[in-house]
Nanobody, 116 residues
Framework: QYQLLESGGGLVQPGGSLRLSCAAS????????VGWFRQTPGKEREGVSGISSSGDNTKYADSVKGRFTISRDNSKNTVHLQMNSLKPEDTAVYYCNVDILRRHYWGQGTQVTVSS
């Protein structure tokens, strides 16, 4: 069974940092591209960042460019999202996603709250 588990969320002050992790079980995460998404109540889920299976290619939403960094740790079957200079508008539930044979797999999400 393919599963994803996000962790690392929490409460942080504006300007602070968090590192989210997306750990996979049941499959090798490095065989697939991975995306990070976020969602706030009443809004659609939006893409934040993505990384190719090789790790050579990354992409970011304009709202997080220069502040967030996505990376792979193949030894731990994990993808990280380093989030720096956090803003209140980054507050959301963050999810990681993998598309395996045209089926999307999501984790349960991790809450990030940026507030003073």
């Amino acid at each position: 069974q393919y599963q994803l588990l996000e962790s690392g969320g929490g409460l942080v002050q504006p300007g602070g940092s968090l590192r989210l992790s997306c750990a996979a079980s049941g499959f090798a995460l490095n065989d697939y591209a991975v995306g990070w998404f976020r969602q706030t109540p009443g809004k659609e889920r939006e893409g934040v960042s993505g990384i190719s299976s090789s790790g050579d290619n990354t992409k970011y939403a304009d709202s997080v460019k220069g502040r967030f960094t996505i990376s792979r740790d193949n030894s731990k079957n994990t993808v990280h999202l380093q989030m720096n200079s956090l803003k209140p508008e980054d507050t959301a539930v963050y999810y990681c996603n993998v598309d395996i044979l045209r089926r999307h797999y999501w984790g349960q999400g991790t809450q990030v709250t940026v507030s003073s």
